[in-house]
Every structure is written in structure tokens, then in C-alpha cells.
């Protein structure tokens, strides 16, 4: 037998088992059991997702998550030609979605809306959207308690910024909203959610045709024109409208279990309280610790032998990546399990990592923190309602968070 053949059987026999891992319906903020075993298990794994068939890599650590996510080796595009696992049944993909592109696709679509969203023009919007949070807990003071902060003020207020964003005039935007909750909602199914997918689609390419000649900032007149100048196909154009107006929900949901933390460890609030200059280290920290999702995201294609941490990975398997173990991982964040308000560095993957990091991060990060600073200034002695463990959170939904969040003052 070859020295050849010998390591090749090594590596064989050290290949892990599938692990099945079921969409778990956890309590609130708790980190997920079989995620957690996962990482015991090792730094490279294999699972087996409950909406479809077959298995899939899954890597967990920082530096092997920012590996896959970033090297071009790993194909999200190449998902759409095989039969891979999804994250969940009704998630179905679509050619042309931004999600589903590879550069220099994929950068091509997202310089097309730069302007709106990297820093300066996330900027822009700040004092509109103040203004906007100002009036949400205005009227969240005047109807009095108690409330559901979720119906009142998180739920409202990314539809508004993202709409505002977008272009989306106001008449439309709780329609645009009913279409994202039917996207995103597993219990309707999966033609459920691809009829509002279709339907969202419909309203933002009419748009988007409306704006052909706009010199506006909004991102429905950036995509308008660069379909207009051919820069950009109509179908990636509308798939990346779509995204970031599902965005807004991911938003909700976030900052939803940021508010559940802060009010059910009152500590974390009164220290917010206490020290405004750690805010925003603090935003940044509540993002790493929170458990944004049920299991994990969209996969990405191998095109060719990968070798991560001793496992090789062969062309055509899928991988996947969790961003919340990647966020608790020991060697980057000393006591990860623990949230400190003033950690720094704080180099987290919450809004992932690559050229598929989200679009909206910055815009997502910013309502965060007026958020934050309107709420905890505002309404000083905010509580919780009912006990913590009442809270309802929401069931079957791939993002996690709070279905509403009682609050008393």
C-alpha cells in the first residue's frame, strides 16, 4: 500500500458523521443545543438540514468561516445546478438574485446601490430617521402603558428607514411589509411564500421602471437607471429590492432580542444608562451575542478539493457557514459566552463577511443605535411587562426574535 493510499484512508476514516440538526423553536436568546455540540464536535462538520435531502459541510470557527465566505473557490451561484440541502423548505432559489451571484456579478449589482448604502449614505438618512423614531415614541408615551415595543416602535420603524431608503412611497409600505412576513414565514409553505416573492417583484420592477430617468438617491432611482443604462439586469436589480426590503424584518428581529436582553438583565440597560460613550461598542456587542437565525444560512458550492483544518472538501459538496458560532468562537473572543458591553476589539460576523456581506449592515447598525439611544433616554424606567420567560418569541420563522415584547414604564 502506498504512502499515498495510507494518507488518503486517514483522512477517510476522519471524515465526521452527519448530524442531523432540526429547526429547533428556542426559548428566548438561547443559543442552539445542537449548534453547541457541533462546535464541540470539531471545527469542520457535516449536517444534515431538515428541508431537503442530502448533507452539507458546516465550518464554525472565524478564520475558516471568513475562508469560505471570501475565497472564490466556494461558488454561491453554484447552488442553483444541484439539488442542495436548504436551510429551510421554503427557501427556494432564484437565478439573477444577488444572493446567488458570484463577483464580478455580484459586484457589479452591489456598486449599482453603493451610494445609498455605505457610510455616507447611511449618513444622510440619520436625521430623517430620527425623526421618524421621535414620532413612533411619541406616540408610544402618549398611548401610555403598557405596550407591545415590538407592534409600537421596532416593528414600525425599520419598514419606514428601509422604505425611505428604497423609495418606497408611504401608501405602499404595509403592503411591502404583509409580502416580507409571508417570505419569511416557514408555516405558510413554500408557494405561499414564492407567490409573495413573486408579488413583491412585480411592485419593485414597476418601480424601478418608474424611476428609469430619476436623479434621485433612493435606491429604486439608482437601480431604475442602471437598468435603464443596461448597467444591471431587470431581474438582478429587482432581486436585490427584494432583499434588502426582507432586510427590514431581519432588522425587527434583532433588535427585538437586543431589547429583550437589555430589559430582562436590567443591569445591561442601567449600565447603557450610565455611560453613553459605550453605546456603540455596545451595539456591536448585543449584534455578536444575539442568535439571529434557526440554523444557518444559504450554502456555497465547492468548485474544486478545499482542504479546512485537516478535512478535505471535494468539488461539488456544499458548505455552510455559522455566523453565530463564528461569533462565540473562544480564540477570537475571550469569554464568549459572556456579554461585555465594552469589549473591544469586537471583530464579530454578525452581518457576515466577504463580498456577500450585507447590503444593509450599516443602515441595520445605525437604527440600532438610535434605537438605543431613544428608548433607554426617553423612557428611562422601561421593564418588561411579564416575566422574561412569557415573552412570546416567534415559531417557525428562520430569523429569531421576539413575536412581541411587553413593556410597562
Known sequence: ?????????????????????????????????????????GPVTRVELPGGEGWGWLVTRVEDVRTVTDDPRFSREAVLDRQVTPPAPHIVPSRGAVGFLDPPDHTRLRRAVAPALTAPGVERVRDSARLMLDELVDDLLANGPPADLTAEVLSPFPVAVICEVLGVPA?????????????????????????????????????LDARADS????????????????????????????????????VTCNNGQMFYLLLARPELADRLRADRDIRPRAVDELLRYIPHRNVVGLSRIAL?????????????????????????????FPDARTI???????PHVAFGFGPHYCPGGPLARMEAELLIDALLDRVPNMRLA????QVPF????????????????
Do not use: C
Request: proline share 8%; glycine share 8%; hydrophobic share 45%.
Open 340 to 346: 461585555d458591553l465594552a469589549r473591544s476589539p469586537n
Open 304 to 332: 474544486e478539493d478545499v482542504e479546512i483544518d485537516g478535512v478535505r472538501i471535494r468539488a461539488g459538496d456544499a458548505v455552510y457557514v455559522s455566523y453565530l458560532a463564528a461569533n462565540r468562537d473562544p480564540d477570537v
Open 1 to 41: 500500500m502506498t504512502e499515498e493510499t495510507l494518507v488518503e484512508e486517514a483522512r477517510t476514516k476522519a471524515v465526521p458523521p452527519v448530524r442531523p440538526w432540526p429547526a429547533l423553536d428556542l426559548p428566548g436568546v438561547a443559543f442552539d443545543p445542537v449548534l453547541s455540540a457541533l462546535m464541540e464536535q
Open 394 to 409: 416567534r415559531q417557525g420563522a428562520p430569523i429569531r426574535g421576539p413575536e412581541a415584547l411587553p413593556v410597562a414604564w
Open 171 to 207: 401608501a405602499d409600505r404595509q403592503g411591502v411589509h404583509a409580502w416580507t412576513r409571508l417570505i419569511l414565514s416557514s408555516p405558510h409553505g413554500a408557494a405561499v411564500s414564492e407567490q409573495a416573492k413573486e408579488e413583491m417583484g412585480t411592485y419593485f420592477a414597476e418601480l
Open 386 to 389: 411579564v416575566p422574561p420567560e
Open 215 to 250: 436623479a434621485g438617491e433612493d435606491i429604486a432611482s439608482l437601480l431604475g437607471t442602471a437598468v435603464a443604462r443596461r448597467e444591471v439586469g431587470l431581474q438582478e436589480a429587482v432581486g436585490l429590492a427584494v432583499l434588502l426590503q426582507i432586510g427590514s424584518e431581519a
